[in-house]
């Protein structure tokens, strides 16, 4: 693996990283820790953590992963994710607010309210929560970078999964109310894949991975490695001057007009 340049290079930083065991949030990990960042992830179920956060320290031969298991959706779960990693590292200098939840499929009249309810709890309230844990802990004194996991479906009406989609848009509203807030010392960005081949994506993909990948002008689908490029080089100096800006990560999909 090439080196980091000094502006990408995160050593000495500690990144918390939610949803971290598997997919795009594993990938993150991976990639803030090639650059030298020592990283805390998180999701729900312990053991599959612990595997991930092992998987990752034994690769990157040198930054360690700490796993803290909790429900992104729990107060006292992110005050003790944050908590532990304070205690672990001594700083949290990233924050990457990746966990995501979507029970909700086709139109919204027919949507149980109790789970849109909880897809904004997870996907943008505990996004707000963590970085106000990270605040009081660290950032608010010390600076430090956010970065958001959108998606194009906030960007874009979908008519399938519409209510994930506005929980997105919500996020990234949020994203741009923040970055303002907060600067100059800490930078607040989000990036909007479009499909990226995880099981969360599973759903969407299920007529076949050709005819998901048709109207992506790169003439593929995601990977998890393309959105965790992304996400290094805007929690590293090289991107010191962004703040409040959405990432379109999305194989030029939405330069076609079309969803």
């Given at each position: 693996m090439?080196?980091?340049?000094?502006?990408q290079?995160?050593?000495g930083?500690?990144?918390?990283?939610?949803?971290?065991?598997?997919?795009?949030?594993?990938?993150?990990?991976?990639?803030?820790?090639s650059?030298?960042?020592?990283?805390?992830?998180t999701?729900?179920?312990?053991?599959?953590?612990?595997?991930a956060?092992?998987?990752?320290?034994?690769?990157?031969?040198?930054?360690?992963?700490?796993?803290?298991?909790?429900?992104?959706?729990?107060?006292?779960?992110?005050?003790?994710?944050?908590?532990?990693?304070?205690?672990?590292?001594?700083?949290?200098?990233?924050l990457v607010?990746?966990?995501?939840?979507?029970?909700?499929?086709?139109?919204?009249m027919?949507?149980?309210l109790?789970?849109?309810?909880?897809?904004?709890?997870?996907?943008v309230?505990?996004?707000?929560?963590?970085l106000?844990?990270?605040?009081?802990?660290?950032?608010?004194?010390?600076?430090?970078?956010?970065v958001?996991?959108?998606?194009?479906?906030?960007?874009r009406?979908?008519?399938?999964?519409s209510?994930?989609?506005?929980?997105?848009?919500?996020?990234?509203?949020?994203?741009?109310e923040?970055?303002?807030?907060l600067?100059?010392?800490?930078?607040v960005n989000?990036?909007?894949?479009?499909?990226?081949?995880?099981?969360f994506?599973?759903?969407l993909?299920?007529?076949?991975?050709?005819?998901?990948?048709?109207?992506?002008?790169?003439?593929?689908?995601g990977?998890?490695?393309?959105?965790?490029?992304l996400?290094?080089?805007?929690?590293?100096?090289?991107?010191e001057?962004?703040?409040?800006?959405?990432v379109?990560?999305?194989?030029?999909?939405?330069?076609?007009?079309?969803?």
């Amino acid at each position: 693996m090439t080196a980091p340049t000094p502006v990408q290079d995160l050593s000495g930083r500690t990144a918390l990283i939610t949803g971290g065991s598997r997919g795009i949030g594993r990938a993150i990990a991976a990639e803030l820790l090639s650059r030298g960042a020592n990283v805390t992830i998180t999701a729900r179920k312990a053991e599959p953590l612990e595997v991930a956060a092992r998987e990752l320290t034994e690769s990157a031969g040198g930054p360690r992963a700490l796993a803290v298991a909790g429900n992104a959706g729990d107060a006292e779960a992110r005050t003790e994710a944050v908590r532990r990693t304070m205690d672990e590292f001594g700083s949290l200098d990233i924050l990457v607010n990746n966990t995501g939840i979507n029970p909700v499929f086709g139109p919204l009249m027919d949507a149980d309210l109790g789970a849109v309810r909880k897809i904004f709890d997870t996907n943008v309230i505990a996004a707000l929560g963590y970085l106000q844990e990270a605040h009081r802990a660290w950032m608010g004194e010390h600076g430090g970078a956010v970065v958001n996991l959108a998606s194009v479906a906030g960007i874009r009406s979908t008519g399938v999964i519409s209510a994930y989609g506005a929980s997105k848009s919500a996020l990234i509203r949020l994203t741009e109310e923040l970055a303002w807030q907060l600067a100059p010392s800490i930078r607040v960005n989000a990036v909007a894949p479009g499909i990226i081949k995880t099981d969360f994506a599973s759903v969407l993909v299920a007529a076949g991975e050709d005819k998901a990948a048709a109207p992506y002008p790169m003439g593929r689908l995601g990977t998890p490695e393309d959105v965790a490029r992304l996400v290094g080089f805007l929690v590293s100096d090289a991107s010191e001057w962004i703040t409040g800006e959405t990432v379109r990560v999305d194989g030029g999909l939405l330069a076609t007009g079309g969803m």
